[in-house]
């Protein structure tokens, strides 16, 4: 079964992949690793998304109406003061096209949080959105853009015709009102993701050329690039089920794991909360249904740790994981290696 296309079946296609994948991933063993102290709390407040990507591990798109509600958003901003969290980084699908988007980025920033918006550029041209990106400087938001590629063919092809131009020019407004540039205090980072089942190249590397070719051809200016390794589940590792690549894929990322890049992974300082309020070691086991252990309750809701501490617990892992201690490493914030430096 290929999870591809954007069609109203969207949500039976993305169980399927993980009834798919899972059997295969559980068999995999991965080294044991537990929490470090949390400084992030990652939020997916829905997975409504105006675009349906190839790449997508969440299996986002317009057909899904699953969204973060009220009360939900409420337990977030009590979370967020009474743990004194550092970073709220919010994802979807689209974040932004969920009502409470603005009002948790603004409470938020009230509080001295760093806010990420894990943004896809083309959401800044949708109906309604056409202040967004004012919002997000007036609240100095870190914005953390899709951008698969400095190339249209490439990036049309994962994520849709038209969208490479449109991306273009998201970033050409985002530069226009300070983003990018050095010494403004509006952070403007891209993430690239390989079109296939390979390793992402040398961040550093890519991130010259990016620059390059982004400055030459549009004037376009960034801060950073972040290197994302393709996870294999969801749509992604249903494709790959599909084509008869998903067992080289894995082995690839085994091959290539370096026991060095556990210090690093992300799930060691962050946890990731679902649109339902259940918690999570990280976005991908969100994906995959593995929800994060404490104490005797099968499932945690993020309103039961809120007095609750969760420091040395044990992380729930799975073949998936090699996909970031595979190489230089992947994170949220892109290469562990070069992160590091």
């Known amino acids: 079964m290929s999870c591809v296309s954007d069609d109203a079946a969207a949500f039976v296609c993305q169980i399927a992949a993980m009834r798919d994948t899972w059997p295969l991933l559980e068999q995999i063993p991965f080294p044991a690793i537990r929490r470090g102290r949390l400084d992030t709390l990652q939020i997916n407040v829905g997975y409504r998304c105006n675009q349906s990507c190839v790449h997508c591990h969440v ?22 003061e009474h743990h004194r969290i550092a970073a709220l980084d919010i994802t979807g699908g689209a974040p932004e096209l969920n009502p409470h988007f ?39 938001v ?8 400095y190339l249209e063919d490439n990036v049309d092809k994962q994520r849709g015709k038209g ?8 970033l050409q407004a985002l530069n226009a009102l300070s983003y990018g540039r050095d010494g403004t205090g509006l952070t403007l980072n891209l993430v690239y993701n390989p079109q296939g089942p390979v390793l992402p190249p040398p961040q550093a590397a890519l991130e010259a050329d990016y620059k390059r070719v982004l400055g030459e051809s549009f004037g376009i200016a960034f801060n950073k690039l972040y290197t994302l390794a393709n996870m294999p589940i969801q749509r992604f590792g249903s494709t790959l089920i599909s084509k008869g690549q998903f067992d080289d894929y894995l082995a690839l990322l085994q091959h290539a794991h370096l026991d060095a890049n556990l210090d690093g992974v992300m799930c060691r300082n962050l946890i990731s909360v679902d649109w339902r309020g259940l918690v999570y070691d990280c976005d991908f086991n969100q994906m995959l249904d ?44 892109g290469a562990l290696k070069e992160a590091a430096e």
């Not at 870190?142 to 590629?149: F, G, K, L, R, T």
Request: hydrophobic share 40%; aromatic share 4%.
């Open 59 to 80: 299996g986002a798109s317009p057909h899904r109406t699953e969204e973060m509600p009220g009360a939900v958003a409420d337990t977030v901003l009590a979370f967020l």
């Open 102 to 140: 603005r009002r948790l980025v603004t409470a938020a920033r009230d509080m001295g949080v760093r806010v990420m918006d894990r943004c896809n550029l083309t959401i800044l041209e949708v109906p309604g959105q056409e202040d967004l990106a004012t919002f997000l400087a007036s609240q100095q």
């Open 142 to 149: 870190e914005i953390v853009a899709s951008m698969p590629c």
């Open 163 to 170: 969208v490479f131009d449109a991306s273009i020019r998201g």
């Open 290 to 333: 593995l929800p994060l252990t404490h104490g005797s309750r099968e499932r945690v809701q993020l309103s039961d740790l809120l007095a609750a501490d969760i420091e040395s617990n044990p992380i729930r892992v799975a073949g998936h994981c090699f996909g970031c201690t595979a190489g230089q490493g992947s994170s949220c914030g």
